[in-house]
């Protein structure tokens, strides 16, 4: 005999599995199988109404399945956090797409039924397509959402997200994520293929560790402040503040950097001693203790002349410390970027 608390557990069982929608149709297939003194545990669960996903979306679901006949496959939605039972936030059709009552009934006369009270597609302005996701999704990383790049652009969030997808948006999984962002950003598709890059095509890195899609207080909607704070959440080494800090580097890594890829080592935009060059006057002098070859006749140094430094050579050779150096320099100032 099946005593009141194994119901109780049952029914706390059934009412997890009612939560998603292969849950939903499993439940409904063992109503059949209950004695009939289970009828009070399925009335307790509200199983005997249509609804497919979510209660009151049956008027959707009655013709929007997952045939495709009536439009697109849409049932997908009840395996995502938009159909989850649990969450009283959770929205119906009705809460995206309007009531959409001349959708429904179809006046007469009409040769095409009316489209729903709001759609997403690009015939509609993204600010009207954005209120649905607005409404809820606001605040915290969406802050900035207003004045962002991309929404003054006229990107609205379904270009980006797929809200129907059965638990996989594309824009959200690292591992699919880039592809999304070079639909639009081809430039950078090209800069990440070269020989220098951060680790992204290899999967470690993905574009939402540097920048927040969703806007942000700094450039280039970087996640923090600027574009220094940003890299430094990786390069601490770099971040300083030192003894002797150079210039250039405290004020944007990008001055030197292309974070996106080069063709040059380190991402840099040039190779040393060109990158070098295009502030620093250049120069064939060296430290008179680097003096270790005879003078060549007429340059007054040793060995050193300005081809020598520009084949095959860097000013990082002897300037080690570029980002900024402890050492002390009572002599030159050319030696506070030198390791010793």
Wanted: aromatic residues 4%; charged residues 20%; positive net charge.
């Amino acid at each position: 005999m099946i005593t009141k608390r194994r119901w109780a557990t049952a029914a706390t069982t059934l009412r997890a599995l009612t939560r998603t929608l292969p849950g939903l149709a499993l439940v409904a297939g063992l109503a059949g199988m209950l004695p009939a003194h289970a009828g009070e545990l399925l009335a307790s669960l509200q199983l005997g109404k249509a609804d497919t996903v979510l209660r009151g979306d049956a008027k959707c679901t009655a013709c929007h399945d997952e045939t495709g006949k009536d439009g697109p496959k849409v049932l997908s939605i009840g395996k995502t956090k938009h159909g989850t039972f649990a969450d009283g936030r959770t929205p119906t059709c009705i809460s995206c797409h309007g009531d959409s009552t001349a959708h429904m009934k179809k006046p007469q006369g009409d040769a095409k039924r009316p489209a729903p009270d709001r759609v997403f597609n690009k015939s509609v302005p993204a600010e009207v397509q954005d209120q649905a996701c607005t409404t809820c999704h606001k605040g915290g990383n969406r802050m900035f959402w207003a004045s962002s790049t991309h929404r003054n652009r006229g990107v609205a969030c379904v270009t980006c997200h797929d809200v129907h997808n059965e638990g996989h948006d594309k824009a959200r999984d690292k591992a699919t994520q880039t592809e999304v962002c070079y639909s639009c950003h081809k430039e950078q598709r090209v800069q990440m293929s070269r020989m220098s890059h951060h680790p992204v095509p290899e999967g470690k890195m993905a574009c939402s560790d540097c920048h927040n899609p969703h806007g942000s207080a700094g450039p280039k909607q970087l996640k923090k402040d600027s574009v220094n704070e940003t890299c430094n959440q990786c390069h601490m080494e770099k971040r300083g503040p030192f003894v002797h800090n150079h210039q250039p580097v405290v004020e944007d890594c990008g001055n030197c950097h292309n974070p996106h890829g080069t063709t040059t080592e380190s991402m840099l935009k040039m190779r040393p001693p060109f990158l070098c060059q295009s502030c620093h006057t250049p120069h064939a002098a060296v430290q008179p203790q680097l003096k270790t070859s005879p003078v060549t006749p007429g340059t007054g140094i040793a060995g050193w002349t300005g081809p020598t430094i520009l084949q095959g050579r860097s000013c990082m050779s002897c300037h080690t410390q570029v980002h900024g150096s402890n050492n002390p320099s009572t002599s030159s100032p050319a030696s506070q970027f030198m390791f010793r």
